[in-house]
């Protein structure tokens, strides 16, 4: 299928100036360490609610945010070669459409993915309790509701051609009263009622959900279908509506 | 193999509506290699983009290597390489990479899109620069990698949106060297934009001059030149008066124009100067006219641009 292989091919691309930068891959490592680092401890002798430590509950909560906020943002990435010709270049081409956006969206993502995976890894002797399986398709979740999230900033920065301030306005009163809606950084169940009802109108919500009892080891629970349902049909109205602005661009 | 009927295409701007294209109509045959001329904002590459799939159009039909533009521009896209007005390489990619890349999007094998870049690395003289990252190129440079691109897989049909400029007379003449002879050798049909009068009189068989969106003339440069603005032989004369006499004379060459008596010297265009200038010398001097020189300019294509419009195309670059 091209779709697939155009999607590895864009990747491949657009990963290559990543890997030759050792200060982004440097500090990609350093980090997650300085949110453990220097928030954890906090973390730690605060009260939270719900069961088991409070890293069970947060790092989840954090990956979702870091996913958030990376790829929201990662249209600005494209506006460059938008002013350029280099991404008309690839249009003019019989490559895939979503493949391109796909494997841009990935190369955002990798990164993260690592950053994820070290967390995990450096949470457990803190006491972040391991539960493999589940914690991976946690991550798998992530990516495809990244993708979707990647693909809606892709098609904002082609609407707002070249003008910088307003893909920067949209996509942040977008994303922040999303991440803060989606329970993120503290319990929603905390919240008033008309903010707790709120949130239950916010996708992101679901997935935060998800993640935590994914986090705690459970899989076959509603709240994972949920959040999984969330990821997939972000990804694939992400990835729509992403194709059809390309498509109709007049860049 | 490029047919365009009635193409027009607008822009929303803040000011108001720009008709960039107003009802283009072309068509290009298999082979062929056309050139676009006409100044800043004439519509040029606006025809491009639509016909590259890349611009819908505002309305109108066009079809490139035998598919629609607008209903099949999947299929229109593998048969055509085009290198745009902007620069087509990243800037943090590097340009092998580039290449092997952009062979691999047009459907070539890893193997074969590695041999190819090799191949036009050398060709354009860009061996030295491979792994260079392509922001540390000089504007020529990188539009060399621009054309490189667009060769990549050979195309049937290959669009250049002003392909050579920014390049050095030898960077140029070498460009044109490798394109012609791909061209030779398999046939490509080739669609380009120049504000180069002198490449589109020698590269093309075939001048499109384009002005405010409306294709105003489609001939071989040859034909262009003598129909649309014809060669002006110019007399200096020993004296004044003379030149009135050889005014007289020159109204009575066939299709003589733009007689031109000043001071003493005296110009006149007609078709087939040299042709006619034997004759025209003669008939000076049995009225008793003395010349103190003479000679036959050839057009260009900017007097024909200048006839079609009453502007020349140099004006215009120097203004724009
Ligand atoms: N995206 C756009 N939005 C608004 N107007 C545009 C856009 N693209 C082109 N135009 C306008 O359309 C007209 C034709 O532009 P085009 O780029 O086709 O000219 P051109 O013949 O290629 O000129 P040049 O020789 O400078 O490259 C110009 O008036 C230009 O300002
Ligand atoms: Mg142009």
Not at chain 1, 1 to 21: C, K, V, Y
């Amino acid at each position: 299928m091209t779709f697939i292989s155009d999607t590895f091919l864009s990747f491949r691309r657009e990963i290559g100036p990543t890997m030759r930068s050792w200060y982004y891959i440097v500090f990609g490592v350093v980090q997650p360490l300085l949110y453990l680092g220097l928030f954890v401890p906090l973390l730690t002798a605060m009260p939270m609610g719900g069961d088991g430590n409070a890293l069970q509950w947060f790092v989840p909560g954090m990956m979702v945010m870091l996913v958030l906020f990376t790829t929201v943002s990662c249209g600005w990435a494209l506006t460059e070669e938008l002013v350029s010709g280099s991404f008309e270049r690839f249009l003019a081409t019989p490559a895939s459409r979503p493949g391109l956006l796909v494997g841009r969206a990935l190369k955002e993502l990798a990164p993260l993915l690592i950053q994820a995976l070290i967390l995990i890894v450096v949470a457990a002797p803190f006491g972040l309790h391991l539960y493999p399986v589940p914690m991976l398709i946690g991550l798998a979740l992530l990516m495809i509701f990244g993708i979707g999230v990647a693909s809606f900033s892709y098609a904002l920065a082609i609407a707002s051609k070249n003008d910088g301030g307003l893909f920067y306005m949209v996509s942040h009163s977008v994303s922040l009263p999303l991440m803060l809606l989606g329970g993120v950084l503290l319990p929603m169940q905390m919240a008033p009622d008309w903010l707790y009802i709120a949130s239950r109108f916010n996708p992101l919500t679901y997935l935060v959900e998800a993640e935590r009892a994914l986090f705690m080891g459970e899989v076959f629970t509603p709240i994972v279908g949920y959040g999984a349902l969330v990821a997939v049909l972000v990804a694939i109205a992400g990835i729509a509506v992403g194709t059809v602005t390309v498509k109709r661009a007049s860049l | 193999m490029i047919h365009g009927r009635d193409i027009t295409r607008t822009f929303k701007t803040k000011t108001g509506t720009v008709e960039a294209v107003r009802g283009l109509n072309l068509d290009v045959g298999e082979g062929e290699l056309v050139a676009f001329l006409g100044p800043n904002g004439a519509g040029k590459s606006t025809s491009v983009r639509m016909l590259t799939t890349l611009l819908p159009m505002t309305s109108g039909a066009a079809s490139v290597g035998g598919h629609d533009v607008t209903r099949a521009p999947e299929k229109v896209r593998r048969m055509i390489g085009y290198v745009g007005q902007k620069t087509g390489s990243g800037p943090y990619h590097r340009v092998r990479d580039e290449l092997i890349i952009q062979g691999r999007a047009q459907r070539m094998s890893e193997s074969e899109s590695r041999k190819r870049a090799n191949e036009l690395l050398g060709m354009l003289e860009l061996e030295d620069l491979a792994d260079r990252d392509c922001n540390s190129l000089s504007g020529g440079q990188k539009r060399r990698l621009d054309v490189a691109l667009g060769l990549m897989h050979t195309p049937k049909i290959l669009f250049l949106d002003e392909p050579s400029t920014g390049l050095d007379p030898h960077s140029r003449a070498n460009l044109w060297d490798h394109v012609m002879r791909i061209r030779r050798e398999t046939g490509m049909t080739i669609f380009l934009t120049t504000h180069y009068l002198d490449e589109a009189d020698t590269m093309a068989e075939r001048v499109m001059v384009m002005d405010h969106g409306k294709m105003i003339a489609d001939d071989t440069p040859e034909r262009l030149k003598a129909e649309l603005a014809g060669d002006t032989i110019r007399l200096a004369m020993v004296s004044e008066g003379e030149t009135l006499i050889a005014a007289e004379v020159a109204a009575n060459l066939p299709n003589a124009r733009d007689i031109a008596p000043n001071g003493r010297s005296f110009s006149v265009t007609v078709r087939d100067g040299a042709a006619v200038m034997p004759h025209f010398l003669r008939a000076l001097h049995e009225r008793g006219v003395d010349i103190a020189t003479a000679s036959v300019r050839q057009p260009t294509l900017d007097d024909v641009f200048l006839n079609l419009t009453g502007r020349s195309l140099r004006e215009n670059a120097i203004a724009a």
